[in-house]
């Protein structure tokens, strides 16, 4: 049976610490920050970009319009593309599917619970 733990987290909430005790007591692989690591590999995005983008402190639109299409030298004529906030997300979600993939192990935070609800 490949038994994945999800652990949901805010700031503060010792997710990382809680979801390497629970792997080291089941024997299994954690995976929290390291997965943007691979999620920058997997996709062909620099590390710091995701790492930028990763569980970003605002919801703001206008926020997120302003960073995504300015910051990364997008105008007027690309912006019906996906902003790269969401090329980020959407692999994030890609690299937690694979690690699930892969065997029993317990992934901290990025919207796990979420990223494996059809499948699991």
Same mark, same amino acid.
């Given at each position: 049976?490949?038994?994945?733990?999800?652990?949901?987290?805010?700031?503060? *909430? %010792? @997710?990382?610490e809680? @979801?390497?005790?629970? &792997?080291?007591? =089941?024997?299994?692989?954690?995976?929290?920050?390291?997965?943007?690591?691979? &999620? &920058?590999?997997?996709?062909? =995005?620099?590390?710091?970009?995701?790492? $930028?983008?990763?569980?970003?402190?605002?919801? *703001? =639109?206008?926020? $997120?319009?302003?960073?995504?299409?300015?910051?990364?030298?997008?105008? %007027? *004529?690309?912006?019906?593309?996906?902003?790269?906030?969401?090329?980020? =997300?959407?692999?994030?979600?890609?690299t937690?599917?694979?690690?699930?993939d892969? @065997?029993?192990?317990?992934?901290? @935070?990025?919207?796990?619970?979420? &990223?494996? *609800?059809? $499948?699991?």
């Amino acid at each position: 049976m490949n038994t994945i733990i999800t652990i949901g987290r805010q700031f503060g *909430s %010792a @997710g990382r610490e809680i @979801g390497e005790k629970v &792997a080291e007591y =089941f024997g299994v692989k954690c995976y929290d920050k390291e997965l943007l690591t691979r &999620a &920058a590999k997997e996709s062909g =995005f620099c590390e710091e970009m995701i790492q $930028n983008h990763d569980e970003r402190p605002t919801n *703001s =639109f206008l926020y $997120n319009l302003v960073m995504d299409t300015y910051s990364f030298g997008y105008n %007027a *004529s690309s912006f019906v593309d996906m902003p790269i906030s969401h090329k980020v =997300f959407l692999a994030q979600f890609d690299t937690i599917k694979k690690i699930a993939d892969e @065997g029993p192990c317990i992934i901290v @935070g990025r919207c796990a619970d979420y &990223a494996l *609800s059809e $499948n699991w």
